[in-house]
């Protein structure tokens, strides 16, 4: 069973240019959770989507940042335009069930993010 | 405001040890709490979810409690092997979906 897959692997662009980072869920998974990683402030949740929508973006940084999920197998975050600061690892999680299952989220590998 | 701490930052002990790592977050409402294993390059991987009305939880050698009303989880990794090596996050959920994380504690299990 394929885990969450999470492209590019790694990503080196400079300040100002578009960076989008992709995300396939594990089949049959309808939470999809968008973190960053970053050794000041650790993992931070920055959106989630329940079936599709997003419920909750309140941890997105700033108007820069946007997220997508036009189906249930495919999520995009976008940042643009970047920021030396928004160099990070961004992961892709994913999660059965909704509302209060208590089953754990899947993390795909991550992106490491370099903007020059 | 969640704020989920962990304690030490950085552990390294000798093959076979039993260990204990903390973990304290400052509210109590939580719906349950959560640890996971990271390793380098790569990301997060469940290995234990402690639900609110649960008082622990087991899987193999490692073993999580949570304690709601002081605030605190613990995660016992028993005999434990250079393959634990790794960085342990504990996290606790809020809300509807929210994780709160902590910044974790690495583990360096020498040979």
């Known amino acids: 069973d394929a885990g969450v897959i999470q492209s590019p692997r790694h990503e080196v662009t400079e300040m100002g240019q578009e960076v989008t980072l992709r995300c396939k869920p594990i089949?049959?998974?309808?939470?999809l959770f968008w973190y960053r990683q970053t050794m000041m402030r650790g993992l931070e949740l920055l959106i989630y989507?329940?079936?599709?929508?997003?419920?909750?973006d309140s941890g997105m940084p700033e108007d820069r940042f946007s997220a997508k999920m036009p189906n249930a197998s495919f999520s995009t975050l976008k940042i643009q335009p970047s920021e030396p600061r928004d160099s990070a690892v961004y992961f892709c999680?994913?999660?059965?069930?909704?509302?209060?299952?208590?089953?754990?989220?899947?993390f795909g590998d991550g992106t490491r993010l370099s903007i020059l | 405001k969640q704020e989920v701490t962990q304690i030490p930052a950085a552990l390294s002990v000798p093959e076979g040890e039993n260990l204990v790592l903390n973990c304290s977050f400052t509210?109590?409402?939580?719906?349950?709490l959560q640890w996971f294993r990271q390793d380098p390059g790569k990301g997060l991987t469940s290995l234990l979810l402690?639900?609110?009305?649960?008082r622990e939880q087991t899987s193999g050698r490692l073993n999580a409690s949570l304690d709601k009303s002081s605030g605190r989880s613990t995660l016992y990794i028993a005999a434990s092997q250079p393959g634990d090596s790794a960085t342990y996050l504990c996290?606790?959920?809020?809300?509807?979906?929210?994780?709160?994380f902590g910044k974790g504690t690495k583990l360096t299990v020498n040979p």
């Open positions: 989507f329940n079936n599709n929508v997003p419920i909750d």
């Open positions: 089949s049959g998974h309808n939470s």
């Open positions: 996290a606790a959920r809020i809300g509807s979906e929210k994780l709160v």
């Open positions: 402690i639900q609110s009305s649960q």
């Open positions: 509210d109590s409402a939580i719906y349950n």
């Open positions: 999680a994913s999660r059965p069930g909704a509302g209060n299952s208590n089953q754990p989220q899947h």
